[in-house]
């Protein structure tokens, strides 16, 4: 049975960091395109980053030059670094996993609550 399990959410002031981490288990993890979306409230969901089986990663503009996803396939979890957050960064974050070979399979974490506020 898949499951991603995220931690590391919190509450954080405006400038400062905080990392993610979303553990996968019950699937072959180093096959899945991993992510992370996010949700504020009255607003629509977000991608946040993708990263790719081999590595590579895809950025909103929103987060570019400030977040940093990686993946360590040896321990089936995905991170995001948050630099410099804002106040706008406010939002629940959701870990997923998409299998784009067939059999399609997609999945998703329960969320991490990030709030940023002085």
């Known amino acids: 049975q898949a499951q991603l399990v995220e931690s590391g959410g919190g509450l954080v002031q405006p400038g400062g960091s905080l990392t993610l981490s979303c553990a996968a288990s019950?699937?072959?993890?180093?096959?899945?395109?991993m992510g992370w979306y996010r949700q504020a409230p009255g607003k629509q969901r977000e991608l946040v980053t993708s990263?790719?089986?081999?590595?590579?990663?895809n950025y909103a503009d929103s987060v570019k030059g400030r977040f940093t996803a990686s993946r360590d396939n040896a321990k089936n979890t995905v991170y995001l670094q948050m630099n410099s957050l804002k106040p706008e960064d406010t939002a629940v974050y959701y870990c997923?996993?998409?299998?784009?070979?067939?059999?399609?399979?997609?999945?998703w974490g329960q969320g991490t609550q990030v709030t940023v506020s002085s």
């Open positions: 990263i790719q089986t081999g590595g590579s990663t």
């Open positions: 997923f996993a998409e299998k784009w070979l067939p059999p399609l399979r997609e999945y």
């Open positions: 019950g699937i072959i993890f180093s096959v899945y395109v």
